[in-house]
């Protein structure tokens, strides 16, 4: 099948590489210049709603998907008329949008954090209690903690964030954070992983591991994904990112319409990886008998500066690692690959974990 990537980035390039069989092939359409996914397919470098590009796809395409969820949605819903998109543009539209996403979780009885549209100063003014924490957020246009600005009680408010569209957040004082991945196929048949436990930077994600522990969360997190995915007849892979609330529930944050950087893990440790689901799941060639397997794994995203050959030698000489490279240039709180360690046993994982951040 000749399969269409918007986004040429590392998630595009995982896809790639995830077809070992190379029974498909594959055009990443990116304004950048040699991005990851550029060095393992033909690579169109244009923005993503050329009309020239959109016609070559329509046409030479079985199905196109996406490695970035901010690509044009009405471009995709143009493409939509002559090859089918997944996830597809009306989904697209709701997770590129802060305030849809959540009204969406409302309308399907998913508790979120309490929120509020905001559209200038004076509905800030409006909405703020004195006593509370809140973070803004940009509507649109937020990934990596970008365009959020945190409210603290009794300080002055100091961003002009007000200027776009945004919704402000109660901040939620939780006790972690939890992502579930899940796959859907053209028939419906839906399949779950494990919940991924995440820890962030500076609002980057830094590590997950699986299985996370709260493991008495996963029917709740599946039983709340099922119904978004089946309210937006979904295809492919979606992340659903939750919050663990002091009273041990779920609290959902946001989508992402994709696969995502939680779940770089399952490409060693899992029977089949998120971008293999994704890819079989959107070319129709996902079994509907899939039982997902896994070990236990960590993963540890590489930012803003290499990992020096001898810092890998050290790991390699210890533990069952597994390094991936984007080959992307240094740059501050840049994705520039990541490790994965999978172990015999949570336990075990738990140990090396922490030796194996000591030497990085
Ligand atoms: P987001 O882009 O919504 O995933 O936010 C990035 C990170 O900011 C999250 O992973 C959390 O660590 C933190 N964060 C976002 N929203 C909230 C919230 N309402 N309360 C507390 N922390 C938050």
Redesign the pocket.
């Known amino acids: 099948m000749k399969i269409a990537i918007f986004g040429a980035g590392q998630l595009a390039m995982m896809m790639i590489q995830a077809d070992k069989d190379k029974k498909h092939d594959f055009i990443v359409i990116d304004p950048n210049p040699n991005p990851p996914a550029s060095h393992y397919a033909e690579h169109i470098q244009t923005e993503y709603d050329d009309a020239t590009t959109l016609n070559k796809i329509a046409n030479d395409c079985e199905v196109a998907t996406i490695d970035f969820e901010n690509v044009c949605v009405d471009a995709m819903r143009k493409l939509e008329k002559t090859i089918p998109v997944h996830p597809s543009s009306h989904a697209l539209e709701i997770c590129q949008d ?1 305030l849809k996403e959540k009204s969406l979780f409302k309308k399907l009885d998913i508790k979120t ?1 309490e ?1 509020y549209p905001i559209n200038n100063s004076n509905d800030l003014e409006k909405h703020i209690d004195n006593n509370k ?3 803004l ?1 940009s509507r649109r246009f ?5 365009n ?1 600005y945190r409210i603290i009680p009794n300080k002055k408010i100091e961003t002009d964030l007000t200027k776009k569209e945004c919704i402000l ?6 006790d972690a ?1 939890v992502s579930l991945i899940c796959v859907r196929s053209l028939t419906g048949n839906i399949f779950y992983y494990p919940l991924v436990e ?1 820890s ?1 930077t500076n ?1 980057i ?1 830094s590590m997950s591991i699986c299985p996370s522990s709260y493991s008495n969360l996963q029917a709740d997190a599946e039983e709340i994904s099922r119904r978004l995915l089946e309210s937006m007849n979904y295809v492919g892979v979606l992340v659903v ?1 939750f ?1 663990v609330s002091k009273g041990n529930t779920l609290i959902a ?2 989508m992402a319409p994709r696969v995502h950087n939680s779940g770089h893990w399952t490409i060693e440790g899992a029977n089949i990886s998120q971008f293999l689901a994704h890819i079989n799941s959107i070319s129709g060639e996902l079994n509907n008998d899939l039982s997902i397997d896994y070990m236990p794994s960590v993963m540890f995203n590489i930012l803003s500066e290499h990992i020096s050959n001898k810092k890998m030698n050290m790991l390699k000489n210890d533990y069952d690692v597994f390094l991936h490279d984007y080959h992307k240039a240094e740059r501050k709180d840049r994705k520039l690959g990541h490790i994965t360690h999978i172990s015999k046993n949570r336990d075990e994982l738990i140990q090396n974990m922490d030796a194996i951040l000591d030497i990085l």
């Open positions: 802060r954090t929120y924490s809140y973070i957020k937020g990934y990596d903690g970008k959020q957040e109660e901040f939620v004082d939780f954070e995440n962030h609002g994600l990112e919050f944050n946001e």
